[in-house]
């Protein structure tokens, strides 16, 4: 596959493991990110690892004029792999108004300069837009729920404003990628999960714990009608996550003269793993122990899911190969 390919959020944890494959892969990738939470020390980690050069704007989506004079400057992208978006559950429901600016406000951007193109774009979606399942695994045609947090609704909104857009943009071409759990690293340890403030996400705070930085894990809720009273998630392995974003670029570009220009996969291992469970095997396989307390629900968090990735299997002939 010989093009560019604009990685927004390219310097965060999902997107700089997708800028490997993408260069493994022989696609030229350019970065944009606004450093928010990302460091740029990644471009040289990336670089390090891939063994060659690779290009980086810092730039804010949500500044309109600032995109248009960016996308002037690359007539030749086609292909828009979305990652930038604020992230956190919590947080979300805190400070909902931040969320739904620049969530929002940067997708419609994108597609307002970059919509008179022919344009492939991989959107990434979560699988909160499922809210609390009634029925698992989840697939791409069950119900989705009302969002537990405005983060959630954000992906909601988000995939309907791309729906309705490829509805009336032929040059549009749309693949929502609805990620379970990422979690690991690249094999080199160069790169990996590192949230510049606390993090959010279970597996920082597991390993920032074991080795002194943070003195103790909150486990969110003991009290859920699970086996353990934990949540239960579906992770995956973030490589194997990062490939699949190779696999719907060509998908897209196999169905670039298909009528049907909008599709959705879930990305997920298809198995569920309780927040116990995750870091009994932790701390077996580094033997090593984790101070962990049970501690109140948090808001915004369901109780348990995981998805069927048959869809993406057959259809994008993608598979997470990585185990817990």
């Not at 049970?294 to 348990?304: N, Q, S, V, Y």
Request: hydrophobic fraction near 40%.
């Amino acid at each position: 596959m010989n093009e560019t390919v604009l990685v927004t959020g390219g310097l965060g944890y999902i997107g700089s493991h997708t800028v490997i494959e993408l260069l493994a892969n022989g696609i030229k990738p350019v970065i944009v990110d606004n450093l928010s939470n990302s460091k740029i020390v990644v471009k040289d980690l990336i670089e390090s690892v891939a063994g060659e050069k690779i290009e980086f704007v810092q730039l804010d989506f949500t500044n309109r004029q600032a995109l248009e004079q960016f996308a002037s400057s690359y007539p030749k992208i086609e292909s828009i792999i979305h990652f930038a978006a604020h992230k956190y559950v919590g947080e979300s429901v805190q400070e909902p108004l931040k969320y739904y600016q620049n969530n929002l406000g940067s997708l419609l951007n994108l597609l307002q300069v970059f919509g008179n193109r022919p344009l492939n774009f991989i959107f990434s979606s979560s699988c909160t837009v499922y809210g609390e399942p009634d029925v698992l695994p989840v697939t791409e045609t069950s119900e989705i729920k009302k969002a537990e947090s405005p983060y959630g609704n954000t992906k909601q909104i988000a995939e309907e404003i791309l729906r309705d857009a490829a509805k009336i943009n032929p040059l549009l071409r749309v693949a929502v990628l609805r990620y379970f759990n990422p979690v690991g690293s690249h094999s080199s340890g160069k790169i990996g999960e590192l949230p510049l403030h606390v993090p959010q996400n279970l597996f920082p705070f597991i390993t920032q714990t074991a080795i002194g930085i943070r003195k103790q894990l909150t486990v969110f809720g003991g009290d859920y009608h699970t086996p353990d009273g934990t949540c239960i998630r579906d992770y995956i392995h973030v490589v194997d996550l990062a490939q699949s974003h190779i696999s719907a670029m060509k998908y897209l570009a196999k169905h670039r003269t298909d009528e049907m220009n909008y599709d959705v996969f879930n990305i997920g291992t298809g198995t569920g793993y309780s927040v116990l469970e995750i870091i009994k095997a932790f701390e077996s396989v580094n033997n090593v122990k984790v101070n962990y307390t049970i501690g109140p629900r948090r808001a915004g968090d369901i109780e348990k899911i995981f998805g069927s990735p048959d869809k993406a299997n057959t259809l994008l002939h993608w598979k997470a190969k990585y185990t817990l």
